[in-house]
Protein backbone atom coordinates (compact mmCIF):
# COMPACT_ATOMS: atom_id res chain seq x y z
CA UNK A 1 0.00 0.00 0.00
CA UNK A 2 0.72 3.39 -0.60
CA UNK A 3 0.30 6.19 2.83
CA UNK A 4 0.36 9.47 1.85
CA UNK A 5 1.61 12.29 4.31
CA UNK A 6 0.28 16.12 3.68
CA UNK A 7 1.67 19.23 5.48
CA UNK A 8 1.99 23.13 4.82
CA UNK A 9 -1.39 24.03 4.81
CA UNK A 10 -2.52 27.16 7.61
CA UNK A 11 -3.94 30.52 7.71
CA UNK A 12 -3.04 33.22 5.30
CA UNK A 13 -4.73 36.40 4.51
CA UNK A 14 -5.51 37.16 0.96
CA UNK A 15 -2.51 37.96 -1.85
CA UNK A 16 -0.37 35.44 0.87
CA UNK A 17 1.41 32.37 -0.18
CA UNK A 18 0.96 28.95 1.34
CA UNK A 19 3.14 25.54 -0.29
CA UNK A 20 1.48 21.94 0.61
CA UNK A 21 3.85 19.08 0.56
CA UNK A 22 2.75 15.57 0.19
CA UNK A 23 5.07 12.52 0.66
CA UNK A 24 4.38 9.05 -0.57
CA UNK A 25 5.94 6.06 1.45
CA UNK A 26 8.10 3.89 -0.22
CA UNK A 27 6.59 1.18 -1.76
CA UNK A 28 6.85 -1.92 -5.09
CA UNK A 29 3.61 0.28 -6.27
CA UNK A 30 4.62 2.60 -9.38
CA UNK A 31 2.90 5.88 -8.56
CA UNK A 32 1.73 7.49 -12.02
CA UNK A 33 -0.10 10.69 -11.69
CA UNK A 34 -0.40 12.48 -8.41
CA UNK A 35 -2.21 15.29 -7.85
CA UNK A 36 -3.95 17.64 -5.09
CA UNK A 37 -8.00 18.07 -4.81
CA UNK A 38 -9.83 20.41 -3.01
CA UNK A 39 -13.09 20.29 -0.72
CA UNK A 40 -14.59 23.61 0.35
CA UNK A 41 -17.63 23.35 3.14
CA UNK A 42 -20.89 22.50 1.20
CA UNK A 43 -19.17 21.81 -2.03
CA UNK A 44 -18.12 19.03 -4.07
CA UNK A 45 -14.71 17.62 -4.05
CA UNK A 46 -12.81 19.08 -7.19
CA UNK A 47 -8.96 18.66 -9.18
CA UNK A 48 -6.54 21.44 -8.14
CA UNK A 49 -4.02 20.19 -9.80
CA UNK A 50 -1.96 17.01 -11.43
CA UNK A 51 1.08 16.03 -12.37
CA UNK A 52 2.34 12.82 -14.03
CA UNK A 53 5.28 10.55 -13.12
CA UNK A 54 7.14 12.71 -16.59
CA UNK A 55 6.10 15.72 -15.08
CA UNK A 56 2.62 16.57 -17.65
CA UNK A 57 0.73 18.82 -15.70
CA UNK A 58 -2.96 19.68 -15.43
CA UNK A 59 -4.51 22.40 -13.53
CA UNK A 60 -8.20 23.67 -12.87
CA UNK A 61 -8.77 27.30 -14.25
CA UNK A 62 -9.81 29.19 -11.30
CA UNK A 63 -6.07 27.83 -10.37
CA UNK A 64 -4.11 28.91 -13.26
CA UNK A 65 -1.33 31.24 -13.16
CA UNK A 66 -1.44 31.03 -9.19
CA UNK A 67 -0.44 27.81 -8.73
CA UNK A 68 2.51 25.37 -9.52
CA UNK A 69 2.34 21.87 -9.26
CA UNK A 70 6.20 20.04 -8.90
CA UNK A 71 7.33 16.75 -7.74
CA UNK A 72 10.49 14.97 -6.96
CA UNK A 73 10.47 11.41 -7.81
CA UNK A 74 13.17 10.59 -5.94
CA UNK A 75 11.43 11.54 -2.67
CA UNK A 76 8.21 10.29 -4.09
CA UNK A 77 6.87 14.25 -3.06
CA UNK A 78 4.67 15.95 -4.89
CA UNK A 79 4.23 20.20 -3.69
CA UNK A 80 1.54 22.82 -4.45
CA UNK A 81 2.86 26.54 -4.45
CA UNK A 82 -0.23 28.48 -4.37
CA UNK A 83 0.41 32.32 -4.75
CA UNK A 84 -2.16 35.12 -4.58
CA UNK A 85 -4.25 33.04 -2.93
CA UNK A 86 -7.68 34.23 -2.30
CA UNK A 87 -10.29 33.48 0.04
CA UNK A 88 -12.40 31.02 -2.45
CA UNK A 89 -9.14 29.00 -1.93
CA UNK A 90 -10.47 28.10 1.38
CA UNK A 91 -10.71 24.49 1.59
CA UNK A 92 -9.42 21.05 3.01
CA UNK A 93 -6.73 20.20 0.76
CA UNK A 94 -6.28 16.30 -0.01
CA UNK A 95 -2.95 14.44 -1.76
CA UNK A 96 -4.14 11.69 -4.28
CA UNK A 97 -1.57 9.14 -5.61
CA UNK A 98 -2.68 7.11 -8.81
CA UNK A 99 -0.77 3.94 -8.32
CA UNK A 100 -0.16 0.62 -10.24
CA UNK A 101 1.02 -2.87 -10.20
CA UNK A 102 2.07 -5.50 -12.62
CA UNK A 103 2.94 -8.58 -11.58
CA UNK A 104 2.60 -11.55 -13.23
CA UNK A 105 1.04 -10.55 -16.01
CA UNK A 106 -2.20 -8.51 -13.96
CA UNK A 107 -2.17 -5.14 -14.01
CA UNK A 108 -4.21 -3.22 -10.82
CA UNK A 109 -4.88 0.33 -10.33
CA UNK A 110 -5.09 1.49 -6.87
CA UNK A 111 -6.37 5.18 -5.37
CA UNK A 112 -4.60 6.73 -2.37
CA UNK A 113 -5.37 9.66 -0.13
CA UNK A 114 -3.98 11.95 1.89
CA UNK A 115 -5.35 12.79 5.52
CA UNK A 116 -6.19 16.42 3.84
CA UNK A 117 -4.60 19.46 5.60
CA UNK A 118 -6.88 22.92 5.81
CA UNK A 119 -5.85 26.31 4.27
CA UNK A 120 -7.50 29.42 5.08
CA UNK A 121 -7.60 32.66 3.18
CA UNK A 122 -9.18 35.25 5.25
CA UNK A 123 -10.07 38.91 3.53
Known amino acids: QVQLVESGGGLVQAGGSLRLSCAASESTFSINTMGWYRQAPGKRRELVAAISSGGDTNYAGSVKGRFTISRDNAKNTVYLQMNSLKPEDTAVYYC?????????????????WGQGTQVTVSS
Open 96 to 112: NADASTYFSGVYRRYDY
